[in-house]
């Protein structure tokens, strides 16, 4: 009978909520993770009536577990939310009512600030990706792809769901779908254009997807964050370099440049405007920098 519900409240999520199957997929990690530890700390198999007498105890030594595991608030405070959503859909459809999930308070997520790849060593990957030594057309793909996640500051996802369809007569704007199914639209350079169409030109294989593996398959996000990072090593550059490094390097090239805050946030498809303004204080870490090498009282 779990497995069943678990299953429909998948197809709700993906069905009527419209979450994408990567998120529905971590919904139901998190559910199961939670069933995992009850059958543990219990001793017993959990049935779907069960899930009423759960306590605020056996939450708390859930989310102690975890902590015990070293998983990130971040994924916790996800996992949490992902078993209030399963909650409220079995209180819905079976009548199975919970009041003590909603007294267990979400961990608190430290906010950090993001770490940026610097303008110039955008450049210098760019330039690394044409000396790997891989086949030309791969060569160009690797190229397109960075400089396309850095000049427009997509997402990885939003990046290789791009189509030839997308990009065809060379569009100003471009019509990105990002999280939430929210739509945005975000300049393209021509620059970004130029290295595009190169990739095309000398793509070998057929599809609709732009960005595609050797075999001709859609490119993974695993595929495009070892591009990456195999550029990465080859320039010695730190390990906070991967592909969301780069969408913050646009994001805080922008900023610079003198773009408002409510324009970033369109841009870079943020909900929330607080999440923006992480870069404002990015920006200001790097004019400290500069300030406390330049005056000569700052030492």
């Known amino acids: 009978m779990i497995n069943e519900t678990i299953q429909d409240f998948i197809n709700y999520l993906t069905n009527t909520k419209r979450y994408s199957a990567h998120t529905a997929a971590a919904y139901e990690s998190d559910i199961r993770d939670f069933i995992s530890f009850c059958e543990k700390y219990s001793g017993a198999d959990l049935h779907l009536r069960d899930f009423s007498r759960i306590d605020t105890l056996q939450f708390r030594a859930w989310l102690a577990d975890r902590r015990g595991r070293k998983l990130s608030f971040k994924s916790t405070a996800r996992a949490l939310s992902s078993l209030r959503g399963f909650f409220k859909f079995i209180d819905k459809k079976h009548d199975i009512k919970n009041e003590s999930i909603s007294l267990v308070g979400s961990p608190k997520i430290p906010k950090t600030?993001?770490?940026?790849?610097?303008?110039?060593?955008?450049?210098?990957?760019?330039?690394?990706?044409?000396?790997?030594?891989?086949?030309?057309?791969?060569?160009?793909?690797?190229?397109?792809?960075?400089?396309?996640?850095?000049?427009?500051?997509?997402?990885?996802?939003?990046?290789?769901?791009?189509?030839?369809?997308?990009?065809?007569?060379?569009?100003?704007?471009?019509?990105?779908?990002?999280?939430?199914?929210?739509?945005?639209?975000?300049?393209?350079?021509?620059?970004?254009?130029?290295?595009?169409?190169?990739?095309?030109?000398?793509?070998?294989?057929?599809?609709?997807?732009?960005?595609?593996?050797?075999?001709?398959?859609?490119?993974?996000?695993?595929?495009?964050?070892?591009?990456?990072?195999?550029?990465?090593?080859?320039?010695?550059?730190?390990?906070?370099?991967?592909?969301?490094?780069?969408?913050?390097?646009?994001?805080?090239?922008?900023?610079?440049?003198?773009?408002?805050?409510?324009?970033?946030?369109?841009?870079?498809?943020?909900?929330?405007l607080s999440t923006t303004q992480l870069y404002t204080k990015v920006d200001m870490s790097m004019v400290m920098k500069e300030y406390n090498k330049a005056h000569p009282k700052a030492n």
């Open 113 to 272: 600030l993001s770490k940026a790849v610097d303008a110039k060593d955008v450049r210098n990957m760019s330039d690394a990706a044409k000396d790997t030594g891989a086949d030309p057309w791969i060569v160009a793909r690797d190229n397109a792809l960075v400089l396309l996640i850095f000049g427009c500051g997509l997402r990885i996802s939003e990046a290789l769901s791009l189509t030839d369809k997308d990009i065809a007569a060379r569009p100003e704007v471009l019509r990105i779908r990002g999280k939430g199914n929210k739509e945005r639209l975000v300049p393209v350079l021509p620059a970004v254009y130029d290295a595009i169409e190169k990739y095309i030109r000398l793509r070998r294989l057929g599809g609709n997807t732009l960005f595609r593996s050797a075999t001709g398959l859609p490119m993974s996000s695993r595929m495009a964050q070892k591009v990456v990072e195999n550029l990465r090593n080859m320039l010695q550059l730190p390990e906070y370099v991967t592909p969301h490094a780069l969408r913050h390097a646009y994001a805080t090239s922008l900023l610079s440049g003198g773009v408002d805050l409510r324009h970033l946030q369109e841009l870079l498809g943020h909900a929330s």
